[in-house]
T-cell receptor, first 113, second 111 residues
Framework: KAGVTQTPRYLIKTRGQQVTLSCSPISGHRSVSWYQQTPGQGLQFLFEYFSETQRNKGNFPGRFSGRQFSNSRSEMNVSTLELGDSALYLC????????????FGPGTRLTVL | QKEVEQDPGPLSVPEGAIVSLNCTYSNSAFQYFMWYRQYSRKGPELLMYTYSSGNKEDGRFTAQVDKSSKYISLFIRDSQPSDSATYLCAMTNTGFQKLVFGTGTRLLVSP
């Protein structure tokens, strides 16, 4: 069974630009969560989607947003990029919310110059 | 103070050693505890998943949870060079609001 896929794998942007990252969950998984991973802060929860609805949100500014489509694929968007947004963005899928066995994709490495 | 504390390492051991990795936490509402392994340039991979206190064994890996001490451990027996990775603990509460991660411990197993 194919795992979680994320595209693109690498991105380089400049300050002020916006970026969209994509995540396809494991087939049959309907819950998608996003995390930001940095050396200083580790893995931090961004948001979780289920049935095209955001269920939970972490402590990130409104520049970070996301959505989920009817096929469970998810996108996250970061607007007005800042240098501090440089990070590995990870997507995780699970069967349903509350199923704590989350499976991660390889991540998208975003570099903001 | 962070909700979950984890020594960043690196922890260097020779092949065949028993490895002990630990996390402490402050939120007594946490009920579900997980260990992830992350290789360089890869996403985290779920290794072990336990509910509440107790032990769980899977091959060379044993996870322990002591809720009274707010302390969890992962033991790796007969460690191999292929075990060299960063190990992340994660936990959440009933109803699953979000996974809270430790910052990870980097493990190096030398041949």
């Amino acid at each position: 069974k194919a795992g979680v896929t994320q595209t693109p794998r690498y991105l380089i942007k400049t300050r002020g630009q916006q970026v969209t990252l994509s995540c396809s969950p494991i087939s049959g998984h309907r819950s998608v969560s996003w995390y930001q991973q940095t050396p200083g802060q580790g893995l931090q929860f961004l948001f979780e989607y289920f049935s095209e609805t955001q269920r939970n949100k972490g402590n990130f500014p409104g520049r970070f947003s996301g959505r989920q489509f009817s096929n469970s694929r998810s996108e996250m968007n970061v607007s007005t990029l800042e240098l501090g947004d440089s990070a590995l963005y990870l997507c995780a899928s699970s069967l349903v919310p509350g199923n704590n066995e989350q499976f991660f994709g390889p991540g998208t490495r975003l570099t903001v110059l | 103070q962070k909700e979950v504390e984890q020594d960043p390492g690196p922890l260097s051991v020779p092949e065949g050693a028993i490895v002990s990795l630990n996390c402490t936490y402050s939120n007594s509402a946490f009920q579900y505890f997980m260990w992830y392994r992350q290789y360089s340039r890869k996403g985290p991979e779920l290794l072990m998943y336990t509910y509440s206190s107790g032990n769980k064994e899977d091959g060379r890996f044993t996870a322990q949870v002591d809720k009274s001490s707010k302390y969890i451990s992962l033991f790796i027996r007969d460690s191999q060079p292929s075990d060299s990775a960063t190990y992340l603990c994660a936990m959440t509460n009933t109803g699953f609001q979000k996974l809270v991660f430790g910052t990870g411990t980097r493990l190096l197993v030398s041949p």
